[in-house]
């Protein structure tokens, strides 16, 4: 069963390349309520714990360290069918293939700045929200 919740990062490229606010707004327009959102820095570890699923692959050690390279912007999302429809607006990991008005074909670099992460799973969104936010940070 589908949940209402998703749980979104705004990548360090965006976030140096001053791109929250379009996002955000991005994000507003397609009609999700924002229930918890942090500008933050992981630390490698923390990266490392976050990605852990993907350990074993080639790009991991990049992957770590791009994502603990700067600032970035985790929130909870809140909408009916919040993981398939967040995963329409973000569009494709590779910004050349995004359709037209979504988030990566709007503001990323390449697959590996490609602007914001989005969960795959309503499982994956529960775990990822955990992860950054308390029960007390959500509204």
């Given at each position: 069963m589908?949940?209402?919740?998703?749980?979104?990062m705004?990548?360090?490229?965006?976030?140096?390349?001053?791109y929250?606010g379009?996002?955000?707004?991005m994000?507003?327009?397609?009609?999700?309520?924002?229930v918890?959102?942090?500008?933050?820095?992981?630390?490698?570890?923390?990266?490392?714990?976050?990605?852990?699923?993907h350990?074993?692959r080639p790009?991991?050690?990049?992957?770590?360290?791009?994502?603990?390279?700067?600032?970035?912007v985790?929130?909870?999302l809140e909408?009916?069918?919040a993981v398939?429809?967040?995963?329409t607006?973000?569009?494709?990991?590779?910004?050349?293939?995004a359709?037209?008005?979504?988030?990566?074909?709007?503001?990323a670099?390449?697959?590996a700045?490609?602007?914001?992460?989005?969960?795959d799973?309503?499982?994956?969104?529960?775990?990822?929200?955990?992860f950054?936010f308390?029960?007390?940070?959500?509204y």
């Amino acid at each position: 069963m589908a949940t209402n919740r998703t749980f979104t990062m705004i990548k360090p490229d965006a976030v140096e390349n001053n791109y929250i606010g379009g996002i955000l707004k991005m994000i507003n327009e397609a009609g999700f309520r924002i229930v918890a959102m942090k500008y933050t820095k992981l630390s490698a570890e923390a990266a490392g714990t976050f990605y852990e699923v993907h350990k074993e692959r080639p790009f991991y050690g990049e992957l770590v360290s791009y994502m603990s390279s700067g600032p970035i912007v985790a929130a909870i999302l809140e909408k009916e069918n919040a993981v398939a429809d967040f995963r329409t607006l973000i569009g494709a990991t590779d910004p050349t293939k995004a359709d037209e008005g979504t988030i990566r074909k709007t503001y990323a670099k390449s697959i590996a700045a490609n602007a914001v992460h989005g969960s795959d799973s309503d499982e994956n969104a529960q775990i990822e929200g955990d992860f950054y936010f308390s029960k007390l940070e959500r509204y």
